[in-house]
């Protein structure tokens, strides 16, 4: 009995895979608004191309035939979002250690506005709206503070297509690290969201690379699929 319910859901996951042109649409937002500094910005971009390349994450991408598909920007202000690298199929390693390479290569675009979080939502939406079809898709936004221009989350959520998607949050805190801060409070409440949704915590900005890796290994790795219906990666 038991065997034959495994058997279904493997078979059921596989053919949900086989429709699709990848597994997981992921969406990586980086904050450079104006509370994040020069040296804040080099240790969250050093973190992000080590988390991309660390061994954990490269298993996780490639523990399945049916690629991921990534695409990263930059947000700050209501109308400063800057698109690092479009989407991009990751179906063999190398185009993994690129991207890294592109992260790595790449400088802030904006370092004085400050932070719009709805609009880079927004901007999010209108990035899967546009990108390949995939079994999943999910938003990786990341920051050192709660919205403070213009629209929030709430709004975002109900102005844009988000049906479907899940929005997870890297938080980097910056107070008392052994209680939760305001910060983690808003992202639990207002940010996350969407099935599996999921919040990972940086302790500082020299957290920043432990914090994405962990995270990025358990949004990468294939969900199970279940008989009953599908569940988000790290669901």
């Not at 991921?68 to 250690?97: C, H, M």
């Not at 890294?100 to 990035?127: C, I, K, Q, W």
């Not at 999943?136 to 503070?145: E, K, L, S, V």
């Not at 639990?188 to 432990?210: N, S, T, W």
Request: aromatic content about 8%; overall charge negative; charged content about 20%.
């Amino acid at each position: 009995m038991i065997r034959s319910a495994l058997t279904g859901a493997i078979l059921l996951g596989a053919a949900a895979a086989e429709a699709s042109e990848c597994r997981l649409a992921l969406v990586m937002a980086m904050d450079v608004s104006s509370s994040v500094d020069a040296g804040e910005d080099a240790l969250q971009r050093g973190g992000l191309v080590a988390a991309l390349t660390a061994p954990e994450v490269v298993r996780a991408f490639f523990a399945s035939d049916v690629p991921v598909a990534l695409a990263i920007f930059e947000w700050s202000g209501r109308y400063n979002q800057e698109l690092l690298l479009d989407w991009t199929l990751i179906d063999r390693p190398a185009k993994l250690v690129s991207v890294a390479e592109t992260v790595a290569a790449s400088t802030r675009s904006h370092n004085d506005f400050p932070t719009a979080m709805g609009y880079a939502l927004g901007y999010s939406a209108g990035l899967l709206e546009r990108g390949p079809d995939c079994l999943y898709r999910t938003i990786d936004i990341a920051g050192d503070g709660q919205n403070n221009e213009g629209f929030g989350p709430e709004q975002a959520y109900k102005a844009f297509p988000f049906e479907g998607v899940t929005v997870n949050g890297l938080v980097v805190n910056g107070a008392d690290f052994e209680a939760e801060t305001g910060l983690i409070a808003f992202y639990k409440a207002e940010v996350l969201h969407g099935p599996g949704a999921f919040i990972e915590i940086a302790q500082g900005f020299d957290d920043y690379e432990r914090a994405m890796r962990r995270k990025l290994e358990r949004e990468v790795t294939p969900p199970v699929i279940g008989l009953a219906g599908k569940v988000a990666p790290g669901g």
